[in-house]
């Protein structure tokens, strides 16, 4: 199985400041530097480095070069990203003394995908290929019923949560991994037994996968429900955790793992990932994922 990831590349420019700066305040930073981020570019390599075939389809400006070369070191297929965007998305952060950070996002070129890119990628994948999205990039509603049409199976994780999600078409969604905040914008619901059954109501064939942080997960489908508990690490950084828990999951749920295994590679994947800094740098890879499990 083929997995196409048609998901947000962005360039995280990371700034150190004694503080967040304030209305009409100049402030200097104390550092500067430069990463390669995006929840697509982010699953993409989690992907990868869980042993999964991945595509990478996507936007960049020529800015963003260096983000193909990311991919392509972490065996990522990049023959569909695109290079003509005016800028490449990206981020700002800055990230004061006490470790708190603030984000302002520009979608850029991962707003202008245009529906000939998309028709063009579509046109490589078919039946029981799965197509992963977010919702870091513009006309998601015509990519799910164009890879519907095709025949793909849709996992979808829903983030950032806005209209766009909620006006989306649930009933063409196979695998849905979210969080408790999303899943309660999505359904209007508080508890999880509520929230699960709002979901399974919008499509039969649907499969949830809820993440609950330290709480671990639940997976539920109509047939099925499965949780993994988290498992205890001493985390430094979290920020990758759930875009490595996602690729992990889902490459094997493509190798046809049964469920309760795919969640536990996933939780371990994670657990590896939040003890080291960075984004997409900590993802493990899928030997030190199974060494992992022998301990």
């Known amino acids: 199985m083929k997995i196409l990831n048609f998901g947000s590349l962005n360039i995280d420019k990371v700034y150190s400041v004694p503080h967040f700066v304030s209305a009409g305040e100049t402030l200097s930073s104390t550092n500067y530097e430069e990463f390669p981020g995006g929840k697509g570019l982010n699953q993409s390599i989690a ?82 290929d799965l197509l992963l999205l977010q919702n870091e990039i513009n006309d998601l509603a015509y990519i799910v019923e164009t890879a519907h049409k095709r025949g793909l199976k849709i996992a979808l994780n829903p983030s950032p949560i806005d209209e766009t999600i909620t006006n989306l078409d649930f009933s063409k969604i196979d695998y849905l991994i979210l969080n408790e905040i999303e899943a309660k914008a999505i359904t209007n619901e508080h508890t999880n037994d509520k929230i699960f059954q709002k979901l399974l109501s919008l499509n039969k064939q649907l499969k949830v996968v809820l993440t609950l942080g330290n709480e671990g997960v639940i997976y539920k489908d109509s047939l099925e429900e499965h949780r993994q508990a988290a498992f205890k690490v001493d985390a430094v950084d979290t920020t990758a955790a759930g875009d490595t828990f996602l690729g992990y999951f889902l490459s094997q749920v493509s190798q046809q793992a049964e469920i309760k295994h795919a969640l536990q590679m996933a939780a371990k994947a994670a657990a590896i990932a939040v003890t080291r800094k960075g984004a997409s740098s900590s993802i493990p890879n899928l030997q030190e994922v199974m060494t992992f499990t022998k301990k």
Not at 49 to 62: E, M, P
Not at 91 to 114: D, F, M, P, R, Y
Request: contains cysteine; negative net charge.
């Open 47 to 128: 992907l990868a480095k869980a042993g999964a075939q991945v595509y990478h389809g996507g936007n960049i400006g020529k800015d963003g070069l260096f983000l193909k070369e990311v991919l392509a070191e972490a065996n990522v297929n990049v023959d569909w990203i695109c290079e003509n965007g005016n800028t490449t998305g990206h981020a700002i952060i800055q990230v004061s003394a006490s470790g708190e950070n603030c984000i302002l996002l520009l979608g850029g070129a991962n707003k202008e995908i245009t529906i000939n890119h998309i028709n063009q990628v579509l046109a490589n994948f078919s039946q029981n």
